[in-house]
Nanobody
């Protein structure tokens, strides 16, 4: 069974930065793509960013120019660097991996990001 473990969430002030990590139980190469989603209190879960097996990246509009997704295959890890955070970024951030074949998907438990003065 594939496991994903997120970490790095914290309480930060507006304008601050944070780096989130998603560690997989197997090689990132096993997946077609790894993505980050977030869910704020009382809101639906929304897409944040994605990195594909080929290394292509994509961002939700609110993350363009502020967020950066990257991977370290040797560490089975995908990162999400968050810059210029504002209170609207407060949410639980989740990691999602999609298998190369069969369209299986896996989710982590989430990590809390809180942006407040």
């Amino acid at each position: 069974q594939v496991r994903l473990v997120e970490s790095g969430g914290d309480l930060v002030q507006p304008g601050g930065s944070l780096r989130l990590s998603c560690v997989a139980s197997e090689s990132i190469f096993s997946f077609n793509a790894v993505a980050w989603y977030r869910q704020a209190l009382g809101k639906k879960r929304e897409y944040v960013a994605q990195i594909t097996r080929e290394g292509s990246t994509n961002y939700a509009n609110f993350g363009k120019g502020r967020f950066a997704i990257s991977s370290d295959n040797a560490k089975n890890t995908v990162y999400l660097q968050l810059y210029s955070l504002n209170p609207e970024d407060t949410a639980v951030y989740y990691c999602r991996a999609v298998s190369r074949v069969g369209a299986n998907e896996y989710w982590g438990q989430g990590t809390q990001v809180t942006v407040s003065s």
